[in-house]
């Protein structure tokens, strides 16, 4: 994998989120902006999977998605090739977090129970909310908002994996926000939030 593009891709859409979320003080909130990047980050596992497998191969939305709808008539999309590019193959998100956690030596959060809990508050309240954790706006509202001028960045990227550039943007942060908030609570709001995510419907997509 060549990782000029993805690396300029991550350092664009990092310049740009800091300073699309700071605070009129000038100020950054750490756990709003790994709430967003998260959220990017599961959003364009869906969306790569749309692009690789619908777009690209001719597939039907039914052969690569389980469509739920909740009782409001929300739609939620499960996919296993979506799940590979949260945590599967060596180049998903959780890889690029893990490596994070290796090098500052931290714990990993429990992402089985991650993923656990994404599958059983689906459709709930507590669906788009991380846990125990006070951000700007919920998971929803940060894919809403920071979608397009995202997807206009990492757009650049090869078919199927805009998601590695919001993976790498999300490892800056890390290492940015190290002295303020632990490694392992860093990435588990990232999961959470990406796990939540990757499931949404927005703007019919």
Not at 71 to 84: I, N, Q, R, V
Not at 158 to 174: D, E, F, H, I, R
Request: net charge negative; aromatic share 8%; charged share 25%.
């Amino acid at each position: 994998m060549n990782n000029t593009v993805y690396k300029k891709c991550a350092d664009e859409l990092f310049a740009r989120l800091m300073l699309g979320l700071k605070n009129p003080d000038g100020s950054l909130h750490p756990q709003s902006f790994l709430c967003c990047l998260g959220s990017l980050a599961g959003y364009a596992c869906k969306c790569d999977v749309i692009d690789e497998y619908i777009k690209g191969k001719g597939l039907a939305l039914s052969d690569v998605f389980d469509v739920i709808p909740s009782k409001s008539g929300e739609k939620f999309y499960f996919s296993e090739l979506a799940d590979e590019k949260l945590a599967g193959d060596d180049h998903s998100v959780w890889t690029y977090i893990s490596a994070v956690l290796v090098k500052t030596e931290a714990k990993a959060p429990d992402i089985k129970e991650i993923f656990e809990h994404a599958v059983k508050s689906c459709g709930s309240a507590e669906f788009v909310k991380v846990r125990s954790c006070e951000t700007g706006e919920d998971i929803r509202g940060y894919a809403e908002l920071m979608w397009k001028p995202a997807h206009e960045i990492i757009k650049e990227c090869p078919q199927g994996t805009m998601y590695v550039s919001v993976a790498m943007a999300a490892q800056k942060a890390m290492m940015a926000f190290r002295n303020v908030l632990s490694v392992t609570e860093q990435a588990r709001i990232l999961m959470e939030s990406a796990a939540a995510a990757a499931r949404l419907s927005l703007a019919g997509k």
